[in-house]
C-alpha cells in the first residue's frame, strides 16, 4: 500500500506548468471569484425586496387631539370632505360621526397601480382590477370643554374581474395614506382658523340697500323775477 501526501500545493507558485496552463488556472480563480460576488448580490436583491414587501402593510395614524372646541372641529372636518369632493351621508353631530359615500378614485387599466398606492391588496385575487373607491369616517371626540379629538379612518375597496368573467367587490386594507391627508388638511385648516379673516372692502355691487331717508327734502326755491 502506497503512501499519499495530502500536502496542500500552491498552483499557481509552481512553475512547472507553462503559460496556457497558468492562464486556465487563474480564468477558473475569477469565474469563482465572480460566482461568489453574483451570490452576494443576489441576497442583497431578495433582502432589498422583501424589506418593501414589509414595508407595504397597513399603517394607520394615532387620532390627533385639536385644541378647539367641539362644534369648530366639526364644521372643518365637514368643509375639508366638502373641499375634496366627497357628499356627506351621514352627520350625527351628537354622536360624533361624518361618513362619506363611496368616492370612486380610478377606473380602467391604471387601477392597480394606483391602488397599490393606498392600499394592500390580497395576492390570492386573480383576475383584473376594473376600478376602485373608498369612503371615509371621521369620529369626533369632545376631551374637554376646548378640545376635539379626531380619528380619521376609511373604506377601500375594488372590483375585480375573475377569469370566468365573475365581478366582485374585494375589502381591501388601507396603507393609511388617505387618512394621513384628510387629517393634515384638517390641521391646516384649523390653524389657519385661528387668524383673524381679513375684512374685504365690498363693491357697488356687494352692499346692501341703503334705508331711504323719510324726512320731506327742501328744494331750493327759484329766484324772483
Given amino acids: 500500500m502506497g503512501f499519499v501526501c495530502r500536502a496542500p500545493i500552491d498552483l499557481r507558485g509552481t512553475r512547472c506548468y507553462d503559460l496556457p ?82 368616492y370612486e378614485f380610478i377606473t380602467g387599466s391604471l387601477t392597480s397601480s394606483e391602488v397599490d398606492k393606498v392600499a394592500v391588496k390580497n395576492d390570492r385575487v386573480t383576475g383584473s382590477w376594473l376600478k376602485a373607491q373608498y369612503s371615509v369616517e371621521a369620529v369626533l371626540e369632545i376631551v374637554s370643554p376646548t378640545e376635539t379629538m379626531v380619528t380619521i379612518r376609511t373604506k ?8 370566468d368573467g365573475t365581478e366582485k367587490w374585494i ?17 391646516t385648516k384649523l390653524m389657519m382658523g385661528n387668524d383673524a379673516p381679513q375684512t374685504e372692502k365690498k363693491g357697488f355691487w356687494d352692499k346692501g340697500p341703503q334705508p331711504v331717508d323719510q324726512r320731506q327734502r327742501k328744494f331750493p326755491t327759484p329766484p324772483s323775477r
Fill in 156 to 163: 377601500i375597496e375594488a372590483l375585480n374581474r375573475d377569469v
Fill in 21 to 102: 496552463v497558468r492562464l486556465e488556472l487563474q480564468i477558473t480563480q475569477y469565474v469563482r471569484w465572480f460566482k461568489r460576488a453574483t451570490l452576494v448580490v443576489l441576497f442583497g436583491l431578495g433582502c432589498a425586496l422583501s424589506l418593501s414587501a414589509q414595508s407595504q402593510r397597513p399603517s394607520l395614524p394615532d387620532p390627533i387631539k385639536f385644541v378647539n372646541k367641539f362644534d369648530t372641529v366639526a364644521n372643518v372636518v365637514h368643509s375639508v370632505l366638502d373641499d375634496m369632493d366627497f357628499k356627506i351621508e351621514v352627520e350625527d353631530r351628537k354622536g360624533g360621526r361624518i361618513v362619506t359615500r363611496p
Fill in 171 to 187: 375589502p381591501l386594507d388601507s396603507l393609511g395614506s388617505v387618512e394621513r391627508r384628510i387629517l393634515g388638511k384638517i390641521s
